[in-house]
Nanobody
Framework: QVQLVESGGGSVQSGGSLRLSCAAS????????AGWFRQAPGKEREGVAF???????TYARSVQGRFTISRDNAKNTLYLQMGNLGPEDTAMYYC??????????????????????WGQGTQVTVSS
């Protein structure tokens, strides 16, 4: 069983930045994929950013160039650096991990059902 605990959410104004952290109870290098999802009220959960065990990262088009995902294996922690935030980024942000094997040929999947473990979420609110 893997436990994930997010932190770093909060309220910021448009144009501001936040860094989310996700502390894992297991070695992050054992995760084939890890990533961040978000869910706004009344909307489906969507994939934001992903990092594979080989370090390859992928991003949703809506955050490309503004968000950066990274991983510190020594600290078993996943990060999401978010910049130039706008009201459209307001959501609950969730950390997720996949420990089932995943093909080395493909980027990390962005469907929630592909992930095995989830954190409890951290709220990000951006005001205009």
């Amino acid at each position: 069983q893997v436990q994930l605990v997010e932190s770093g959410g909060g309220s910021v104004q448009s144009g501001g930045s936040l860094r989310l952290s996700c502390a894992a109870s297991t070695d992050t290098y054992n995760m084939y994929c890890a990533g961040w999802f978000r869910q706004a009220p009344g909307k489906e959960r969507e994939g934001v950013a992903f990092i594979k065990n080989n370090g390859r990262t992928t991003y949703a088009r809506s955050v490309q160039g503004r968000f950066t995902i990274s991983r510190d294996n020594a600290k078993n922690t996943l990060y999401l650096q978010m910049g130039n935030l706008g009201p459209e980024d307001t959501a609950m942000y969730y950390c997720a991990a996949r420990t089932r094997a995943y093909s080395a040929l493909y980027d990390c999947p962005n469907a929630p059902r592909e992930y095995d473990y989830w954190g409890q979420g951290t709220q990000v609110t951006v005001s205009s």
